[in-house]
């Protein structure tokens, strides 16, 4: 009785805080939201080519770069997906914070280094290095489109559930109307800024992440006296699990199905970062392939940094504030670091209100710079490989091209919107899974086989991107993710779930990579080996590299 008074009490005490600071809030949000528009038009005004555009003038540093990598990875899914995954799940949430991590070894050890060095703007040029240029690019195109929407939507998931937080709109027309609020701003970035601004964006959003989650980290340690025992037996015992909180199985092992579900879910993880487009086409905005390997050097190890911190997050929102209150904000635990940084400043105090719109502006500055890299990216594919060199075969002026990326800016941003409003009670973390398992069935397969393997053929790339694309979309759309969950799925009172898993990668990586195989063993097209030994020369030397 007096457990369930005392969490009662804090919302509606938490509640009439946030009203009565409102103005306050809200005046920290604008600052935050104001300042990232403002290097968006600074950047805008020195965006003269595509060079610019696409690849921000390649004048980036490997530190810079590097912070910018990090701006783009820790999105929405790492700060408000992971810590709400620990604070609901123990050990089984932590899983995403393992798995984004070591997922940058399989970038830095196979895809960085060759890539800068093999294209130019996109996924695309690599493909169509040595493969038939109007089919590869059509369906790199395709690709990268179909991922970076997946991955929006977990980022407008996110921003739906903050700002509603903060402004205290409980209606679904709101929700709504703060995603297409999101995506009208995504827009406004990437038109302008290119990514020039989406990359001094990154920069700065990422200084702010790491300093709040430092903030807070040291603030949850300090309420348990440094003692990370404490810390986790508590959040054990309030979290009503007890012990198994803390083993693995709460969420991942309770049947055979979410055991390998466990393991669809780590091998889409550890796989995907080196085919998400916005990540690939960071390595070009440097001037040298070293610069491109420092770069993910230097993105491991602030990344690492802050992932071993989402540890304190989550399981200090399960410790100081419980799962059920978590819940009643989100169901899928989506505002549980927000709630954390109003109960460590002083739930019903000035202090709480500026922790919780301080730490609330430095999460949706995360989600904008984010979506504008993958506007950007998913922008970029669409007028360098579908309308330049598809549509108008090469003739497009640099003027043209850049036109065509802005209007799929804003075709893209529109699918966003109306996706986003769909997806707006699903865990974040869970949806960005989504986005990594399409990008590992569909791309990695084909650009591996692409720099390493001189049988590959254009027909095995288009069976192995498309196969891998339809495989994973289609078991994601008969998974319990889209129906059949009363609570987290995204059309709520109809089943037509059949895939019994909720990550598709188990099915679908392997198969985006049988298929880019079979078909160039069946493929009649002989494999040009002069300009694989060219690639090969160019993806590991540098030289000839734009």
């Known amino acids: 009785m007096s457990a369930a008074y005392h969490s009662h009490t804090v919302v509606t005490l938490a509640a009439s805080s946030t009203s009565e600071h409102r103005p306050l ?295 100081l504030i419980g799962p059920d209150e978590i819940k009643a904000k989100n169901p899928a635990g989506n505002a549980a670091a927000p709630q954390l940084a109003e109960y460590l400043g002083g739930v019903g105090s000035t202090g709480g209100a500026v922790m919780l719109a301080v730490i609330s502006a430095v999460a949706f500055a995360t989600i904008l710079a984010v979506v504008a890299g993958l506007t950007l990216a998913s922008s970029s594919s669409f007028a360098h490989d579908i309308y330049a060199n598809v549509i108008r075969k090469g003739k497009a002026t640099e003027k043209e091209e850049m036109r065509a990326a802005r209007w799929a800016t804003v075709f893209i941003g529109a699918a966003a919107i109306l996706l986003g409003a769909f997806a707006r009670d699903m865990n974040v973390a869970g949806l960005v899974a989504l986005a990594f398992a399409v990008a590992a069935s569909a791309n990695l397969p084909t650009l591996l086989y692409s720099l390493f393997w001189k049988r590959f053929t254009t027909q095995g790339a288009l069976w192995s991107i498309y196969g891998g694309l339809a495989s994973s979309v289609i078991l994601v759309l008969f998974s319990p993710v889209v129906s059949g969950n009363a609570k987290t799925s995204m059309f709520k009172g109809v089943d037509f779930a059949w895939f019994p898993l909720e990550n598709p990668g188990l099915i679908s990586i392997p198969l985006g990579f049988l298929l880019g195989w079979i078909g160039s063993l069946l493929s009649k097209e002989e494999p040009d080996k002069g300009k694989y030994a060219e690639l090969e020369v160019k993806s590991l030397t540098g030289i000839g590299a734009h």
């Open 25 to 319: 809030i809200i005046s920290l949000f604008g600052i935050f939201v104001a300042a990232t528009l403002g290097i968006t038009v600074w950047a805008g005004r020195q965006t003269k080519s595509a060079s610019d555009f696409y690849a921000g003038g390649r004048q980036f540093t490997a530190f810079q770069n590097g912070l910018a990598v990090s701006g783009d990875y820790m999105s929405a899914a790492s700060f408000l997906g992971i810590a709400g995954a620990i604070a609901l799940f123990g050990y089984d949430g932590f899983l995403y914070s393992i798995g984004f991590l070591v997922a940058w070894l399989v970038a830095l050890l196979l895809v960085a280094e060759p890539l800068r060095n093999s294209g130019r703007y996109t996924m695309g040029d690599v493909l169509a290095y040595r493969m038939r240029q109007r089919p590869v690019r059509t369906a790199a195109g395709v690709s990268t489109i179909v991922v970076s929407i997946f991955y929006l939507l977990a980022q407008m998931a996110g921003a739906g559930v903050l700002v509603s937080l903060l402004l205290g709109i409980t209606s679904d027309a709101g929700k709504i109307l703060i995603v297409a609020l999101v995506g009208v701003l995504m827009i406004v970035y990437v038109t302008i800024g290119g990514m020039k601004g989406t990359t001094w964006v990154q920069m700065v959003k990422a200084v702010l992440l790491i300093a709040g989650a430092i903030l807070m980290t040291f603030m949850v340690l300090w309420k348990f006296d440094f003692n990370v025992s404490d810390l986790l037996g508590t959040a054990a015992e309030k979290s009503g699990h007890g012990a198994s909180f803390l083993e693995p199985g709460l969420k991942y092992g309770a049947t055979g199905t979410s055991k390998l579900d466990f393991l669809s879910l780590g091998i889409a993880l550890v796989l995907g970062t080196a085919g998400l487009p916005h990540i690939l086409i960071r390595f070009y905005t440097v001037p040298t392939a070293k610069a491109a390997r420092k770069s993910v050097n230097w993105a491991i190890g602030i990344i690492g940094a802050f992932y071993l911190m989402t540890i304190a997050l989550g399981f200090g929102a399960a410790a």
